[in-house]
């Protein structure tokens, strides 16, 4: 293996739009904080908020031009 041509792999502390902050380790450096839009704390996945709308009855409309084609 060459030497030192890796990249430094540095502490940062990764701070979500809800406030939640967290520290891990990665190799960028530009900054000693990273800030991301949704975390495991805030995503709708995580938290049980998930909603599934059918908005103008997709469903139903994809059913009836395709439902009886088999």
């Not at 495991?40 to 439902?67: M, V, W």
Request: hydrophobic residues 25%.
């Amino acid at each position: 293996m060459k030497a030192d041509i890796h990249p430094t792999y540095n502490e940062i502390n990764v701070k979500c739009s809800c406030g939640n902050t967290l520290a891990t380790r990665s190799t960028y450096s530009t900054k000693d904080e990273l800030a991301i839009d949704v975390c495991s704390e805030c995503h709708p996945f995580y938290t049980g908020k998930q909603k599934i709308l059918d908005t103008a009855g997709q469903i139903d409309k994809f059913n009836k031009r395709f439902g009886n084609k088999s």
